[in-house]
């Protein structure tokens, strides 16, 4: 008999749902209602020599080289799933039934050899805690906390009981989640080890109601379900990878997997399936035209959330129905999916097609491209291709994290070492056709609007740039309306005069704070400012 076969005995006299075991850390069984600790610890060694009584032989290989290994068991009364997870030089074991358990949680007594301790964590919609924490397993730095639920209704609770009496080690709590995200018109799931869950709505961060603190191993069990194996291995080396993952008929998500001090968590955003249209997103008809352009560098801008990608993709997908032309995206990862409509659309995604943005760029130039949309100029190697790419007869969008247009020019400029400069200069000058910079605001009533910085990249503006007089591009905007370039202030001010946003949420995302307030005053607006 293999030594594993007596924690597996355990896990069937209790009917556990799962059994976790871990280098130097104690033996945990699973239940629907909560994690049960048993005062027996495993060494590595221990760990080690188990496994290899009853892993493959390609499957220990495979852990020995710090990878993710799963293999099925079969005990003396039922299969079980392993997967084998190494981290930091310690490995963490995961063992759930492959035919589903019976939802009962009835407590047996332990097998021989195998003590668990008398505390329970209640039925969900309690707030017990157990008396002791376990020791971390893996390389988990502090003990963790119970699950303590959140306070929930009863309809919620309900569900909870019976996504909790799911095996585990499936997708189906996660997809549940992402359901109440897309119902809740949440843009961004936050999941972090020993915390509860989190949405964005509205901008804003909310706990989910009825969901309990995560564990890590519970955590890391759901992560690794829906990651990519590469992907997973890039997390085992670097502690953070992306991803997009997709629910059939729901729609994709751009997943961020990290670790903290506590364990495991990720940060899911919502990308559509059916692109929304510029007449849709209200985009100004001076953003509609840049994709009419035939050549050139178009930039959308904005920090982390204000709704870049929306936008490009959107552009990409006017562009789709409305020319014939050959498309390439690279990206990181993959959001928004075009079909080929009037265009034929190529679409890279870094890492898996191609080894880094500045490669896909290269080879761009050698794949007949009309337009180019590169997700991220992010070092100089990228920018300076992209630019180059500009200028020889190519329409380029890109993206940059910058929160004003003229800002954006500097920015470009400044990456490089200051005896190119002035060559850059004189090459964006000839290049740039447009800068978006953009803000997510609330809107009165739910839900959120964008406010644009728009400049267009006129003879006159590309005269500031070449001469190095980027300090002035601020003054030709308010004096270029006619030509569709906006300051964010004014177009803030109008979304405020439109009933449309709350002054003191514009007054937040504005640039020019004195500005905004002095357009606010001769507006007759007050804007209530606690000192």
């Known amino acids: 008999m293999a030594r594993i ?17 871990g280098s130097d850390s104690n033996v945990v069984l699973r239940f629907p209602a909560g994690d049960r600790h048993a005062t027996q610890t495993t060494s590595h060694q221990q760990l080690k020599d188990m496994l290899a009584e009853v892993a493959p032989s390609g499957s220990m ?134 915390s509860f869950p989190y949405w964005r709505v509205d901008g804003e961060m909310d706990p989910i109601e009825g969901e309990p603190v995560l564990t890590p191993e519970f955590l890391e069990a759901q992560l690794k379900a829906i990651t990519p194996a590469a992907n997973w291995e890039e997390f085992g080396r670097r502690n953070d990878t992306d991803f997009a993952y997709e629910v059939k008929g729901l729609s994709r998500f751009r997943v961020n997997v990290f670790r903290d001090r506590k364990g495991p968590g990720t940060v899911m955003r919502n990308i559509p399936f059916d692109i929304p249209s510029a007449e849709k997103l209200g985009l100004p008809p001076a953003i509609l035209d840049m994709a009419n352009l035939s050549k050139g560098l178009v930039l959308v801008t904005g920090p982390t959330g204000s709704g870049k990608s929306t936008t490009l993709a959107s552009l990409i997908d006017h562009i789709n129905r409305t020319r014939k032309c050959h498309l390439i995206t690279v990206e990181d990862p993959i959001e928004f999916v075009h079909a080929n409509k009037q265009c034929l659309v190529n679409q890279r995604e870094i890492h898996r097609h191609t080894d880094s943005f500045k490669d896909a760029l290269r080879a761009a130039l050698r794949e007949d491209p009309d337009i180019v949309l590169v997700g991220e100029m992010r070092d100089l190697e990228t920018i300076e291709i992209a630019v180059e790419t500009a200028e020889t007869g190519h329409l380029v969008f890109g993206t940059l994290h910058t929160t004003t247009a003229p800002s954006t020019v500097d920015r470009i400029i400044d ?70 370039m906006c300051k964010m202030e004014d177009t803030l001010m109008k979304l405020v005069q439109d009933g449309l946003v709350e002054p003191m949420e514009a007054y937040v995302k504005c640039n020019n704070k004195q500005e905004f307030k002095n357009l606010l005053d001769r507006a007759g607006v007050r804007l209530e400012i606690s000192e």
């Open 415 to 484: 990456q490089f070492p200051s005896d190119r400069q002035d060559q850059i200069r004189q090459m964006l000058a000839s290049s740039l056709k447009g800068v978006v910079a953009q803000v997510l605001c609330r809107k009165k009533g739910g839900g959120r609007v964008a406010a644009h910085e728009i400049l267009v990249g006129t003879s006159a503006v590309a005269n500031l740039i070449r001469e190095a007089k980027t300090f002035q591009l601020f003054s030709l905007m308010q004096t270029g309306k006619k030509l569709g």
């Open 5 to 21: 076969d007596n924690y597996l005995q355990s896990m069937e006299r209790f009917k556990a749902s799962g059994l976790v075991l």
């Open 61 to 194: 290989a495979a852990i020995e080289r710090g990878a993710v290994s799963k293999f099925v068991y079969k005990g003396a009364n039922n299969s079980f799933d392993i997967a084998v997870t190494p981290a930091g030089g310690k490995w963490s074991v995961l063992v759930t039934l492959a035919v589903a358990v019976a939802e009962s949680v009835a407590v047996a007594e332990p097998a021989a050899g195998l003590e668990i301790e008398r505390t329970s964590y209640g039925s969900v919609g309690s707030t017990a805690t157990p008396e002791a924490k376990r020791p971390a397993l893996a390389a988990e730095a502090e003990p963790m906390a119970a699950p303590a639920p959140a306070p929930a209704a009863a309809p919620v609770a309900k569900e909870r009981a019976r996504i909790e009496s799911t095996d585990r080690g499936s997708t189906h709590w996660i997809d549940q989640i992402l359901h109440r995200m897309m119902a809740a018109g949440s843009s961004d799931v936050h999941l972090s080890s020993d």
